[in-house]
């Protein structure tokens, strides 16, 4: 059985693409409920729950890919995007600052991105074959 250790890239891939297709669909989903029921506001609570479901996969995914990168600027990127996407989630739920939707797109494209370019960088067979530096 292939451990989350070893493709912590592929998992942080499918679950920053998954991610930002949510984000994306999002907005239609929502179109469509308004000509379903005219009171209807609110998201189903399933639906907003995925947004800490893929927060929650996409940290272990980065923790993992952290672990076993050769380049220490990709751990910074990856926090960093995960880190952007965290706060603009949580300010999403919270309304703490007017930030336009469609800035979310931006760390879930880099979480994407980052996780692709670490690829190339360490692949594994074995949990510690890559130096740090």
């Known amino acids: 059985m ?4 070893q493709k912590s890239d592929f998992f942080g891939v499918a679950a920053s ?3 930002l297709i949510h ?3 999002t907005p239609f989903l929502f179109i469509a409920q308004a000509h379903v029921t005219c009171c ?4 189903p609570d399933l639906w907003k729950s995925l947004d800490y479901a893929f927060l929650a996969i996409s940290f272990v995914a980065i923790y993992w890919s952290t672990k076993n990168t050769a380049k220490e600027w990709i751990k910074f ?3 960093i995007s995960w880190g ?3 706060f603009t989630i ?8 007017a930030i336009p939707e469609y800035f979310i797109y931006l760390p879930s494209l880099g979480l994407v991105f980052f996780h692709i370019y670490n690829l190339k960088f360490c692949k594994c067979k074995e949990d510690k074959c890559c130096s740090n530096g």
């Not at 209807?40 to 998201?43: P, T």
């Not at 949580?90 to 600052?97: A, I, P, Y």
């Open 90 to 97: 949580f300010n999403e739920k919270t309304q703490w600052f």
């Open 40 to 43: 209807a506001a609110e998201a």
């Open 23 to 25: 984000c994306i669909v």
């Open 17 to 19: 693409s998954l991610c």
């Open 77 to 79: 990127a990856l926090w």
């Open 2 to 5: 292939v451990s989350i250790k």
């Open 84 to 86: 952007l996407l965290f």
